[in-house]
């Protein structure tokens, strides 16, 4: 059951990582990084993050990249939200593959 506490969570760390991979990705020339969803467990220790990554053939270098230095998210992450926050959660970065899944579906139903 999600409180109201931790929906203010997890927007605000949705709102962070964006902005974070927003100037990351500024750098790379091309690539866009955009935060879908962010839920965080109930003891507000571990977070899951869930990125969409465009284009498509760039995904699994990109989430690679974000996961080898997912400590200094962390710490930049933690920098931000010094005054909202007490302690950061540990973060994993998962693909978000909902936009896939509708290109799916609507490929298949064009074919008719």
């Known amino acids: 059951m999600e409180t109201t506490r931790l929906n203010k ?17 500024q750098t790379m020339g091309g690539t866009l990084v ?14 899951k993050a ?4 465009f ?3 760039k995904k699994d270098e990109v989430l690679s990249l974000i996961k080898n230095s997912s ?3 962390r710490f930049e992450l933690a ?13 994993s970065f998962f693909l978000d593959d909902s936009l896939d899944y509708i290109e799916n579906i609507d490929r298949l139903l064009d074919i008719k």
């Open 9 to 25: 969570i997890n927007r605000l760390l949705q709102k962070e990582l964006s902005d974070m991979f927003l100037k990351f990705t």
């Open 79 to 91: 920098q931000r939200t010094r005054y909202q926050l007490r302690r950061v959660p540990e973060i």
């Open 71 to 73: 400590k200094g998210i």
């Open 55 to 57: 284009p498509a053939d």
């Open 34 to 47: 955009s935060v879908t969803a962010v839920k965080i467990s109930p003891d507000l220790s571990v977070a």
């Open 50 to 53: 869930y990125l969409s990554i």
